[in-house]
């Protein structure tokens, strides 16, 4: 398995075509999209290039590799521009004898659990910033942090996910920590 797990783009067509390069580039089978997708909400100052449009297009183009939940930021307005589902709140992964909970982050995260039996991954994205850690109950928290829109000390990235762990990686392909399940 060769997943690559992405969130919060936020309309940024410039980091978008990195995201996809680097999709590419991991020869990944599937693209696991933690919401947020075309738009930054009105709160937002955007940085960089945004063109939802481009975006769009962009996304569309992998349309039938692509697995997606919707953010706070994602309408049933993007889901018409959009050839893929965007508006499940959650979605339930079986991966290696282990259950992978991936949503947004906005409904639940660390604050506001889902009901897991233990042993499960909880997945989301939301707060920009990459996160791996133990939760109680033996529950794992594992966050890709933002492909446009970093936050904290962080940069712009994403995670792949193989049959041999979980790789938090820059835009360029560089790890820069490893998970093993």
Known sequence: MNMMIASDIHGSNSYCLEMMEAFEREKAETLLLLGDLLHHGPRIKHPGTY??????????????RILCVRGNCDTEEDQKKLDFPIMDDYRLLYVNGR??????GHIFNTRNLPALPSGYILLHGHTHIPAWKTLRGGNIYVNPGSVS???GDSKNSYMMLTDEGMFWKYLDGSIYHTERL
Do not use: Q, V, W, Y
């Not at 063109?51 to 039938?64: C, F, P, R, V």
């Not at 259950?99 to 947004?104: G, P, Q």
């Open 149 to 151: 829109m970093p936050r």
């Open 99 to 104: 259950t992978i909970f991936a949503t947004h």
């Open 51 to 64: 063109d939802h449009k481009d975006t769009a297009a962009l996304l569309n183009g992998i349309k039938e």
